[in-house]
């Protein structure tokens, strides 16, 4: 069984098809990383994964349970940061992590120590007492993560993780990233720093048009290989059109 | 513990730390009993005449503190309703707006129960504050009424508890206000809605037909429309007004049940 799975997924805003019979999944201990550009499909893929969004066509699992309806048991096991994270910008950093921690299913007695783990392994010490709100768009960030990981989820689903992060801080989530997958877990990541996905995926999948147009081996040169796959994809199309 | 325990406990932390329920609270607190007693104190002083004196008229004569507690009472059946209507708009309205509310998906703590958690804290912050003022309104009161050398009466008592019924009457017509804004995912909209709301029950009373609709029971309650229409506020209409509450929150249960396309 695929820990996350999309399967077939179509689904229009309008005229526009953001997903066009876009197929994804990854396995436990994996790290994929969801590459494309803006528009491309990549954040519709993953509020569908999140049951945020109903595909018109198409099915999503996690961890073998249909997201829009997920229970207990698998959303314990479960964590994501699509868009705005599971912070409140009036509560401390420590408040909002512990906060997180109960809801995401963690034991009353044992949240202190998760969530004093978290905060620590994200270097966010220093801001334990801070309000979420006067943080930095990068210890916002890593405090979003920190709340969709505090549980030690075995499905991470996280929508460009490393935007706002200074280089000590995108190291930071890439190790975590990747200890995550090495304890088993199953990660989806999408992003738009191809250097960056290069050193923590497993595999690197691009997305164009709403579809899976080929995976890319992490390495050298990324750049311009994802460039000739999504030339090439629309040479594809445009030519299928004619 | 992954279920409505859990939701009231972070919701509770959360709303105490807000900066809505920071202004909102204060706001309520001093307002009222200053209101209860202001009021009164100008409408006896005479310095109002014309159209003012004619408003205030019913607060000129009569026990001083029975009408401290029947202006609180008007002022709470409005007023918490409006500060109620607005904090439901901010902590439902705003995190649909925003993007937060999804966060709240695919968590072992169902989006739904959280929901119900918001509605129940901000249903009791209410109930909290209709008692707290009251209470600080007794105590306002009081104080004037020992210096005037009255005594504070078992009717003022008895007005007294009528405010606190009137201000959980009007805590209980708030939690609607947070179906609005899920449904228009907006806290403008939901305020928009509250203030339409809030005018519409001044027409329905105007045309004669307050009585039977729960907006404007507890002004009417109150005496706002006369001491005819208040009798004619039936215990009936009272449970109806109250029994808004319990079926609101059931329907925002419902509505983040299936919320989607967050």
Known sequence: ?242 | MTGLGTALRVEALAWRRSTVQRIATPLVLVLLPLASVGTTALARSGAVDGAGAAKLADYAHGPLAVTHLTVAGQVLAVGLLMAAGFAYAAVFGQPLADGRAGSLFGLATQRSTIAQARCLVVLGWAAGCALAAVSLTVVASTAVVTVGGETFTDEAWATAGQALLVGLLAACLAPPFAAVATATRSPLATVGTLIGVVALTQVVVLVGGGAWFPYAVPSLWTGMGGVQVAASVTPAALGLTAAVAPAAIAVVVRQWRRLTDV
Do not use: Y
Request: charged letters at 20%; a neutral charge.
């Open chain 1, 1 to 242: 069984m695929r820990a996350l799975a999309l399967h077939g997924l179509r689904h229009r805003f309008g005229d526009r098809a953001a997903l066009d019979d876009l197929s994804l999944d990854v396995a436990a201990g994996e790290v994929v990383a969801m590459v494309g550009l803006n528009g491309a499909g990549k954040t519709t893929a993953l509020r569908i994964l999140t049951g945020r969004l109903h595909p018109q066509q198409g099915t999503a699992h996690v961890l073998g349970a249909d997201p829009a309806t997920l229970g207990t048991t698998a959303a314990r096991r479960f964590g994501h940061v699509v868009g705005a994270a599971l912070v409140s910008p009036d509560l401390t950093v420590t408040e909002n992590v512990r906060t997180a921690a109960l809801l995401h299913g963690v034991a009353r007695a044992d949240v202190p120590a998760a969530s004093a783990a978290v905060v620590h392994r994200l270097d966010l010490d220093a801001w334990a007492g801070a309000r979420a709100r006067t943080l930095s768009a990068g210890n916002a960030q890593r405090l979003g993560i920190a709340c969709a990981v505090v549980h030690g989820p075995s499905a991470l689903v996280l929508d460009e993780p490393t935007s706002a992060l200074d280089p000590r801080g995108v190291m930071l989530v890439r190790e975590l990233v990747r200890s995550l997958a090495d304890g088993g877990a199953a990660v989806l990541v999408s992003s738009h720093h191809l250097d960056e996905v290069a050193r923590v995926a497993d595999r690197v999948v691009v997305v164009h048009g709403g579809r899976d147009v080929g995976e890319l081996a992490p390495g050298p040169e990324m750049e311009q290989r994802f460039f000739a796959r999504v030339l090439e994809a629309d040479a594809g199309r445009s030519g299928s059109a004619v």
